[in-house]
């Protein structure tokens, strides 16, 4: 760890003040905050959303006043190469645009929305270039080559001329992050770069941004939510709370021996790898300020509930002057297994690996190609429209975002007392008194009844959708990626809730996810997925203590841990691309034959590609 007092800060923060402008007045944005950022030093500032991370950000970039907030108050000094430092709250617009995106860099949350999708990469990787360097159009696409080699992109000459759509949301990451080092700033700003991405990019993303700090010496200013990640790349930690810092510190000293209570409140929420060691059964995570009485296991029965066999989903791509059906999207490739009544069996793999869709075949909102659902007794596959309605009584859905599959027009009381109303289960007073129940048991105020979604934060809508999958008493709810837009501690109540239900009402929950933690967490049994087959099966214990296929062992691997003495460096990563899962419409799969490695615990031998 270097000690960078003898050293000017490239960029140093003091009592910085941002406010907002809003009918109703003002509104503070950061209060008084005061951190500085070294050279070849990466300061990571945590916090959750609202607590003020991202504005700092933007002020320094002068990107704030754009979205509406002004700087009331501090500096924000810039020491610049071979130029005097300047205050950055004070510095025209002008001199903005020559130090933006040249002496400091930004990547962005969301490479979708940070890239134009009418340019193609090259255009945009060089444009900044012949800007701020003057460079000419060969040299510029000379040094766009060499960027996009640096950040390991397959290909770089084909990529060049293709446009943000069609590259994968890791790849478009990368483009975003070539483009923030193209002109070699001093201080590079990453605002939550990898929360979108799948763990193995997302440890592939932080080793090759570890990488090129120390190659370039650049100073690193990290917001993320996620502990894990702070712990992987941090020399110095900020943390925020409501506008303020509350502490700062390097990353040891946050980690071993945080100082204030919201601190070891984060920390305590964070789910770790391996904290599931030699327990049997999933059990509730102990949360600090929150009175939880006796935290007990939550076993479940050995009576089967669901019982899925040779599930295929296939999508069809059409091309041609006819719109023929030219080849076959294999989303979902010959999955069985069983999900025990009270329990939860937990779908893991990265994005496109076909779990979510396996997770709407059983629901049948999207038809499946074949196999067979057995939901207590009753086949899905085999209902009609009539009786799939009524049986969609026993089966509901939790979705990733929990915004998108609320009606924004409607008051929360009103939508969670609709599947009582659609299936008449409930009449009168008795709906009131129900729905009036379902808030207590998610732990929500009652006086949210009367309000609206967007009145709400993300972890109090995601309890609505909670409530109004409970309505109906289901058997079984489908938890798609249920957790994975929420901050840490919310995420926490969030997945604490939903196992304190479990253990009280006997419902089975089918868990798609892909962070390994909290699967390690909820879990009775778990199933990895690669290309739409699971690739390994068995009890949570087994599958994370002894993983066997390879797929699941590269998986386990890449996941980081929230222990700054555990750092993965890139040699330990070595990922292969993932195949495509389009097929011509002649093709035959092979039929997924597994071995069974130990009672219970299957490993998938036909040859997945991986």
């Known amino acids: 760890m270097l000690d960078h007092q003898g050293q000017t800060p490239i960029a140093d923060i003091k009592n910085l003040r941002v406010e907002f402008q809003t009918k109703d007045g003002p509104v503070v944005g950061v209060e008084d905050v005061s951190f500085s950022v070294g050279p070849g030093e990466t300061v990571c500032v945590v916090g959750e959303s609202g607590s003020g991370k991202s504005v700092s950000s933007l002020s320094l970039m002068r990107l704030v006043e754009f979205g509406g907030g002004t700087i009331a108050g501090g500096s924000l000094v810039f020491d610049r190469k071979g130029a005097d430092a300047v205050d950055l709250a004070q510095t025209e617009q002008d001199l903005m645009r020559t130090i933006r995106g040249n002496e400091i860099g930004m990547i962005f949350q969301e490479p979708m929305t940070a890239l134009n999708p009418v340019f193609t990469v090259g255009r945009q990787l060089t444009e900044g270039l012949r800007l701020h360097k003057g460079m000419s159009k060969k040299a510029a696409e000379a040094r766009a080559l060499e960027l996009l080699r640096q950040v390991r992109i397959p290909e770089p000459e084909r990529r060049l001329r293709q446009y943000p759509h069609e590259l994968s949301g890791g790849m478009r990451q990368r483009v975003v992050i070539a483009m923030a080092l193209a002109c070699e700033p001093r201080l590079l700003i990453a605002d939550e770069p990898t929360t979108a991405l ?154 496109g690996c076909g779990k979510s869709s396996a997770g709407r075949s059983i629901l049948r909102l999207v038809e499946p190609l074949s196999g067979t659902v057995d939901l207590d007794g009753t086949d899905v596959i085999a209902l009609s429209d009539r009786n799939l309605r009524e049986a969609r009584r026993d089966m509901q859905m939790i979705f990733q975002d929990p915004f998108a599959s609320l009606n924004p027009q409607m008051q929360l009381a009103d939508q969670v007392a609709e599947p009582i109303h659609n299936f008449g289960t409930l009449s009168g007073s008795a709906v009131q008194d129900r729905v009036s129940m379902l808030f207590d048991r998610v732990e929500l105020p009652r006086s949210f009844m009367r309000r609206y979604p967007h009145e709400l934060s993300g972890g109090q809508r995601q309890r609505v959708a909670i409530a109004r999958a409970l309505a109906l008493e289901p058997k079984l709810i489908i938890a798609d990626e249920a957790v994975s837009a929420l901050d840490v501690s919310v995420q926490a109540q969030v997945l604490n809730l939903m196992m304190e239900l479990q253990a009280e009402l006997g419902v089975s929950y089918l868990f798609i996810s892909h962070d390994m933690a909290v699967v390690e967490r909820v879990s009775h049994h778990v199933g990895v997925m690669y290309l739409g087959r699971i690739v390994e099966m068995g009890p949570r214990a087994r599958v994370f203590e002894n993983p066997q296929h390879p797929y699941t062992q590269a998986l386990m691997k890449a996941v980081p841990i929230a222990d700054p003495r555990q750092r993965k460096s890139e040699k330990d990563l070595n990922f292969k691309p993932i195949p495509s899962p389009i097929h011509p419409v002649d093709y035959t799969p092979e039929p997924s034959v597994y071995d069974e490695v130990e009672p219970g615990h299957f490993v998938l031998t036909t040859d997945s590609g991986y």
């Open 198 to 351: 799948d763990v193995t990019i997302q440890a592939e993303i932080l080793a090759l941004m570890d990488r090129l700090k120390r190659e370039t010496g650049t100073a690193v200013m990290f917001i993320t939510h996620d502990m894990a990640v702070v712990a992987q790349m941090a020399d110095r930690v900020v943390v925020m709370f409501r506008g303020n810092k509350v502490e700062e510190g390097t990353v040891e000293e946050i980690f071993e021996n945080p100082q204030h209570p919201y601190t070891q409140a984060l920390l305590a929420a964070v789910p770790k790898l391996g904290e599931m060691r030699g327990k049997a059964a999933p059990e509730p995570m102990k949360l600090l300020g929150r009175d939880q009485g006796a935290i007990e296991p939550i076993p479940g029965t050995n009576e089967p509930l669901l019982t899925v066999k040779g599930l295929t989903t296939r999508f069809p791509v059409k091309g041609g002057f006819f719109r023929r059906t030219v080849a076959n999207v294999h989303a979902v490739e010959d999955i069985s297994f069983t999900l025990n009544k009270g329990q939860t069996l937990s779908l893991v793999g990265e994005s």
